[in-house]
């Protein structure tokens, strides 16, 4: 075992703080010809203006969604839904429509025209759920389909929207336009007979929703 006396103990001490004291100076003086050069200054100034870009950035987008999410829980509310099932209806429409082609006030429409919001709606050839689906259909999207065992009521107002947004995405990808889409949507044929005043009126709610969810 080497042993260490005390006086070379203090000897490597003062030695350590000696190297340490040089390190503090040198990087004070770099530091400090750094700010005080127009280059130093110049780069901390853009490092400086970039955050603050990035932040209000942040900040803005936030603020954006938050007030669309507040305008469109108002107009939820104002529909026959409970608190809860506004809330979920607003996640999914939020969500769905950032990844699908489809648009909040387009589905809104539907909803509306399909059955004004009643989560219990049942139409005389089958369809259910606010957005009016069939059981094929969400045989298709539903439980033994996209969403798993986990969708298992039509009649959930977050599940029925999910199997109808998505069912409605499948149609305008397959037949590029607005119109067929809608046409097969309501009747199952894409050539507007007997589906031109349900167009429409689906048209015309798109729009007034866009404007409310706008103001």
Do not use: C
Request: aromatic content about 8%.
């Amino acid at each position: 075992m080497t042993v260490i006396l005390k006086e070379t103990h203090e000897k490597i001490l003062r030695k350590l703080r000696r190297k340490h004291l040089w390190i503090q100076i040198i990087e004070l003086i770099f530091f400090s010809i750094l700010m005080t050069s127009s280059l130093g200054f110049n780069w901390f100034a853009e490092i400086e203006r970039k955050i603050v870009n990035e932040s209000y950035g942040i900040l803005k987008t936030n603020a954006k969604e938050m007030q669309a999410r507040i305008k469109l829980l108002e107009i939820l509310r104002s529909k026959p839904l409970t608190v809860g099932q506004a809330l979920a209806v607003a996640d999914v429409l939020i969500d769905e429509t950032k990844r699908k082609n489809v648009k909040a006030p387009l589905i809104l429409a539907v909803i509306e025209q399909e059955s004004e919001f009643k989560s219990i709606a049942t139409s005389n050839k089958g369809a259910r759920g606010v957005m009016q689906i069939m059981p094929e259909t969400w045989k298709l999207y539903g439980p033994q389909g996209e969403f798993g065992k986990a969708a298992n009521n039509i009649y959930d107002p977050a599940q029925n929207m999910r199997v109808g947004i998505s069912y409605l995405n499948d149609l305008l990808n397959e037949h590029k336009n607005l119109e067929k889409a809608l046409s097969t949507y309501y009747s199952g044929q894409s050539n507007f007979e007997g589906s031109r005043t349900y167009i429409r009126q689906v048209m015309a709610k798109a729009k007034q929703f866009e404007s409310d969810l706008e103001k």
